[in-house]
């Protein structure tokens, strides 16, 4: 590589490290904030420099806490909404997979009538906007008596997953030669064994990058978990409620915020590549 | 050989399933847009069809056209700001510079954290007494900014936050883009005697556009229907100064318990989205056309 310094370089170099800083400070803020003791986080100018303290992550976690430490006796119990979370989010995928799999390869593979709206159908999930379903949505399950149940979100949660995992699929299959396919249909051989046979195994790479993504946006998910749920709600709906104690609860509350969002960064190492994918919905090849 | 187109027709049900599950949604979606023309409210006994009544509570509610422009600004100028970092990024990103290859993989951040996460650690920062941003601010000698907790600088700071979080939308989607951007073409202006600027103006920024015009369609649409960003930050407030269309939907169905109304509200912000989308597509098409 060689090295060009000069004065346009040197600017272009400063711009970008600016940019990043912007992105990376808060982030960086709020990890610094949850490891702050009640009295630093009030402290005025801001605290750069103190001795962390690990206090308010066992506020968050540990119910025997509460009462003893100096926050008084908020009760708060996180390992439930991340479990919720992680149930919810992970049975949506894992349904996703199972229901949608066939349907990508089916969209990808075979020509009937009506195939492209079907598809577009699909992909126009994309754009549901949420709120509107929420709302029909809460008064059935309040009939059915699913609210506030697994079975309840992990079903309401498949219409963020499902359109993705199907839609993906579809992608990477069509990227498949068919000819392996072919041969093995001349041989006899079945639909659903071509598809878990042949097909599942080449696809499994991107599949699990998929699978990551989709996962991440039924994470990211707040409005379904705020009003359908209650003692099943997610991290995102559970950490809404450690805004309300004020300024000197925050610390806790960034702990919170901190476990949000390494979940999200620790996915991203594992699967980048099929992120700007999926985040860009294919307008990125 | 029977057998086999058979099991062709056959397999084609494979669809089904997803099919089902995604049209119970779309029933739903129905369901709520017949909602909006009833006077369902929870804890009522009786639903009565009430045709264009909540409508025309609406029309004649000065709250009802104050969120119609709050949404309409807070997505214009959310989407058309992020365009405009998101095209400088862009370029930024896909120069050759030291730092712009190292620091490239952070462009993503924003994009992958919950938005409820992302809002209430603004929420924190922009905290009037206590926040750093005032604590930045006061190191170049700027007074106190109340951001979120005043009613003249609360959308804006939300808008702040909004464009924060999806402006790398815009700039993943452009960089792809710009890697597409035809090099001999640009040599060729460059050997004719066009300078950087006339190159960027004339060659680079048309082939951009459609990008940027594909990343818009998408965050016109989310922008419309963002709900969590606001329930995070100011939850519609202070004195409504950001009660957009999803926040003013939520308060009239689960505070006053009127789902008649909220529904109606959400009916009106779907068309609303469905234009915006149409006249940003068109603007992508002819976008398009230009380049080709």
Request: charged letters at 10%.
């Amino acid at each position: 590589m060689k090295f060009n310094f000069n004065l346009k370089n040197l600017f272009l170099n400063l711009l970008v490290l600016v940019a990043a800083i912007i992105i990376i400070f808060p982030i960086f803020w709020i990890f610094l904030m949850s490891l702050k003791s009640s009295a630093q986080v009030m402290e005025w100018p801001p605290v750069f420099i103190f001795e962390p303290t690990l206090d308010n992550y066992k506020v968050l976690f540990d119910i025997s806490v509460a009462g003893s430490s100096n926050y008084g006796t908020i009760r708060i119990n996180f390992l439930e909404p991340i479990l919720n979370s992680v149930i919810i989010s992970g049975g949506a995928v894992l349904v996703s997979l199972i229901i949608g799999i066939p349907a990508g390869y089916i969209l990808a593979r075979s020509n009937f009538k009506f195939k492209e709206d079907i598809g577009f159908f699909i992909l126009g999930f994309r754009f549901a906007p949420l709120i509107l379903v929420i709302i029909p949505m809460f008064y059935f399950f309040t009939k059915l008596g699913i609210k506030d149940t697994y079975f309840g979100m992990v079903w309401v949660y498949q219409v963020i997953t499902l359109p993705m995992i199907i839609w993906l699929t579809r992608v990477y299959v069509e990227d498949i030669p068919i000819e392996l396919e072919e041969a093995a249909f001349v041989d006899g051989a079945s639909v659903l064994h071509v598809i878990y046979k042949i097909i599942l195994p080449l696809l499994r790479p991107g599949l699990v990058g998929a699978s990551l993504l989709v996962f991440l946006l039924a994470w990211h998910n707040f409005a379904l978990g705020l009003l359908l749920a209650s003692k099943k709600a997610p991290v995102t709906v559970a950490l809404l409620k450690l805004l309300n104690p004020g300024i000197n609860f925050y610390p806790v509350m960034a702990c919170g915020l901190v476990i949000s969002m390494i979940v999200p960064i620790l996915l991203i190492f594992l699967g980048q590549k099929h992120f700007v994918k999926g985040l860009t919905f294919g307008a990125v090849k | 050989m029977i057998k086999q187109s058979e099991e062709n027709s056959l397999k084609n049900f494979l669809i089904l399933p997803s099919v089902l599950v995604l049209l119970c949604f779309l029933f739903v979606f129905f369901y709520g847009v017949y909602l909006s023309f009833t006077d369902l409210k929870l804890g009522k006994p009786t639903v009565n069809f009430a045709g264009l009544k909540n409508y025309i509570y609406l029309w004649k509610n000065p709250l009802f056209w104050k969120s119609t422009k709050l949404t309409v600004y807070f997505t214009l100028v959310a989407v058309i700001v992020q365009a405009f970092i998101g095209i400088l990024l862009a370029k930024l990103f896909s120069t050759k510079v030291f730092f712009a290859k190292i620091f490239r993989p952070i462009i993503l951040l924003p994009l992958v954290l919950p938005p409820m996460s992302v809002a209430l650690m603004w929420t924190t920062m922009m905290n009037p007494e206590r926040g750093v941003l005032n604590y930045f601010l006061s190191l170049i000698g700027i007074e106190p900014f109340m951001w979120i907790s005043e009613y003249s600088t609360a959308m804006l700071s939300v808008i702040f936050i909004d464009v924060w979080t999806y402006t790398p939308f815009f700039t993943l989607i452009i960089y792809a883009g710009l890697l597409g951007v035809n090099q001999e073409m640009k040599e060729a202006a460059q050997e004719a005697g066009a300078g950087a600027w006339i190159t960027f103006w004339k060659i680079e920024l048309p082939f951009m556009m459609p990008y940027v015009l594909i990343a818009a369609v998408f965050r016109v649409i989310e922008s419309f229907n963002q709900f969590d960003i606001f329930i995070g930050t100011t939850g519609g407030g202070p004195a409504k100064a950001t009660t957009v269309y999803s926040i003013y939907a939520y308060i009239q169905s689960f505070q006053n318990l009127n789902f008649g109304r909220g529904t109606a509200i959400l009916f009106v912000n779907w068309w609303l989205v469905l234009i915006g989308a149409l006249i940003t597509i068109k603007l992508y098409q002819m976008a398009r056309k230009r380049v080709s």
